[in-house]
């Protein structure tokens, strides 16, 4: 009996043990996490080479591991030394220094590298398999179905005047009334004549809308030599379109991106891993082939440093036009006008590809700045207008004196009002 | 018979005008006489090689050493060429123009660091932005931490001037996208933020310590 109950507390002290153990490893490997992205996660990754190598397997590498720790705490005196890997890897990163951590202790450095070693297995263990979600939404267009309902209709119709008149014939005949010969209906005078008033009024709204739509290219969605997806820059990764379209604050163009503002964050994302991207015909795209075609345009290969020379311009295909006898100036709509990029160009960070998603006609332009108020407040390019100011105060004053709301007039300053409509505001 | 058909094929050809109004865009359309639409002169983006191909020198960008008004100095230290670090070692002696702003330029800065600087290093200054997200982002090393970390915040502002012109390590150029005067705005703001963020550390840390003291 005693005899049995100290090997339960043996067994009892064991389990205690392990796990007390396997806490403590895994919370090295906690604290190697933290240190790692605290000290080494700006220039290293365990499984890709940034400015740093890749750190998956460093142990591996450097044989001797008082020699790794040194080289961590001080590089520098370790490619003094004359150490040929730790010189040959200085050569290879073209002489980027490492910094130096003096501070580090060997238990925290012990961390890290445990850290290091789980992750490259984790990641071994785990093939990148793409996201199942399936972005394609299926949202049928209603126009066919409506027209086969009216054709169904139509038919339905001239099958009841058909059989009508058939059975007026019938109860003519019955009657003892005499008939005349039936008429064919493609011969029936009503009949052609109806069928000339349809076709003179599709032919019309088809003619109106074509000639209304010469010259403008609203839902224009042209192939761009990269399929470039707003949907994932300005929608899931929520960059603001002033980053890349930076002159949209300053001038007239809102400015195409350079190549530079591209590789500025693509020197380090050289793969796509989001949810699956789809061009307009339906067919699935390869963002690293996509972010491949950037490199080519901006010679760059990763792993070295990128010469910024020897970039070329990226051709985009240009899908909002203004004729030359419209002046139109960003800044002003964005600054001054306080207007937001999605009021003219649409649900920009929902668009894979970007279409005009105004039609930019002038009685488009005309109806907003007949609508929109002028936003007086905290903005100083309308300060001068003190007319207007004193008016809103006053109409505000008077209608809070009487108990009332405010009228829709009073309750704002369009922009007609204050010269949005005036024909040399954009034609000069 | 032969006449319903074609009544039927006419019909049919009026739906398919109809429908194929809708749908994939890839052509701009037509226009009917482009009276003044297209551009005489030069526009931006417009491609110029035909003016070198008669040779005629034309060149988009201001002349050398031009200044815009109410521009910054140039900044006078050139790129390190790789693996060379003495104008960034250098670029540490270089003081920053801008000492003080107001609450207008302060807001303005601020404004400018999130739309260009706080993908990255964050909104708070944490470096952890909506690219990085602890790792789960798309970027795949770690943004600066602009708060809480010593060796940024002794960071000399010529030193991080010379960072944001030219780029450092994964970080590109914003030379681009910001003029000289906005990036030192964006440096004095990152500064400010860095006092502000430990001077009311500083008085928490005597607070807890003397609330040690006292059990």
């Not at chain 1, 205690?16 to 992205?37: H, R």
């Not at chain 1, 720790?69 to 290879?92: C, D, M």
């Not at chain 1, 109860?171 to 069928?195: C, M, Q, T």
């Not at chain 1, 061009?279 to 963002?287: D, K, S, Y």
Request: hydrophobic fraction near 35%; charge should be positive.
């Amino acid at each position: 009996m005693i005899h049995l109950k100290s090997f339960a507390g043996k067994l009892i002290f064991g389990f205690v043990l392990a796990i007390v153990l396997q806490l403590g490893n895994s919370a090295l490997a906690q604290d190697g996490k933290a240190l790692f992205s605290q000290n080494c996660a700006s220039c290293h990754a365990v499984n890709k080479q940034l400015t740093g190598p890749a750190l998956a397997g460093v142990e591996d590498r450097w044989p001797d591991k008082a020699i790794l720790h040194h080289w961590i705490r001080n590089n520098q005196e370790v490619i003094k030394s004359g150490y040929p890997y730790a010189v040959n890897l200085y050569n290879q990163f073209n002489k980027t220094q490492m910094n130096l951590f003096p501070a580090i202790t060997d238990k925290e450095i012990d961390a890290i590298l445990a850290y290091i070693k789980t992750a490259a297995a984790e990641a071994n263990a785990t093939p990148a398999g793409g996201t199942p979600a399936d972005a394609k939404n299926a949202e049928g267009d209603n126009t066919l179905l409506f027209g086969i309902l009216t054709l169904v209709l139509a038919i339905i119709a001239f099958v009841l005047l058909q059989v009508n008149s058939n059975l007026k014939k019938l109860s003519d005949d019955k009657d003892g009334i005499p008939s005349h010969e039936p008429v064919p209906f493609w011969r029936n005078k009503s009949y052609i004549a109806l069928l000339a008033v349809v076709l003179f009024l599709i032919g019309g709204i088809l003619i109106t809308k074509g000639a209304i739509g010469l010259g403008r290219s609203q839902n224009y969605e042209p192939e761009q030599p990269i399929f470039y997806s707003h949907k994932v820059h300005a929608g899931v990764n929520q960059i603001n379109c002033l980053y890349c379209h930076t002159g949209a604050q300053y001038g007239k163009q809102a400015t195409i991106p350079s190549v530079n503002i591209c590789m500025n964050c693509h020197m380090a994302i050289n793969e796509y891993k989001g949810p699956k991207i789809y061009n307009g015909e339906g067919e699935e795209v390869n963002g690293t082939a996509e972010i491949q075609k950037l490199y080519k345009y901006a010679g760059f290969e990763p792993g070295k440093p990128w010469d910024a020379s020897k970039a070329k311009p990226i051709e985009w295909t240009r899908i909002h036009n203004l004729p030359d006898h419209v002046y139109f100036n960003h800044s002003q709509h964005v600054v001054a006008g306080k207007q937001q990029c999605q009021t003219c160009h649409g649900d920009i960070p929902k668009m894979d590809e970007v279409k005009q998603f105004a039609p930019l006609s002038m009685g488009w332009c005309i109806n907003c700045h007949r609508t929109t108020q002028v936003q007086f407040k905290e903005n100083d390019f309308y300060s001068i207008y003190t007319k207007f100011h004193d008016q809103l105060k006053r109409d505000s004053a008077e209608a809070k004196a009487n108990g009332r709301q405010l009228s829709k007039e009073k309750s704002g300053i369009t922009v007609e009002q204050i010269g949005g409509t005036e024909c040399q505001k954009c034609h000069y | 018979m032969k006449k319903i058909s074609i009544i039927i094929a006419v019909f049919a050809a009026g739906i398919a005008l109809v429908s194929c109004g809708d749908g994939l865009k890839r052509k701009p359309g037509t226009v009917y006489m482009p009276d003044m639409g297209d551009s005489r002169a030069y526009e931006t983006y417009a491609d110029h090689s035909i003016l070198e191909k008669k040779g005629i020198f034309y060149n988009n960008k201001p002349v050398a050493g031009t200044i815009a008004r109410g521009e910054e100095m140039p900044f006078l230290l050139t790129k390190d060429l790789p693996g060379d670090t003495a104008n960034y070692v250098a670029s540490k002696q270089v003081a920053n123009p801008v000492t003080s702003l107001n609450a207008k330029e302060t807001a303005e800065a601020e404004r400018l660091y999130l739309v260009n600087c706080g993908i990255c290093h964050g909104a708070k200054l944490d470096g952890n932005g909506p690219l990085y997200k602890d790792g789960k982002g798309p970027f795949p090393a770690k943004p600066a931490t602009l708060v809480g970390d010593a060796k940024y915040e002794a960071m000399p502002d010529g030193q991080m001037f010379y960072s944001v012109t030219y780029g450092k390590n994964l970080m590109g150029s914003y030379a681009s996208q910001l003029s000289r005067k906005q990036r030192w705005a964006v440096i004095h703001y990152i500064k400010s933020k860095q006092s502000a963020g430990k001077a009311p550390s500083a008085p928490a840390a005597a607070a807890d310590s003397s609330a040690t003291a006292k059990k």
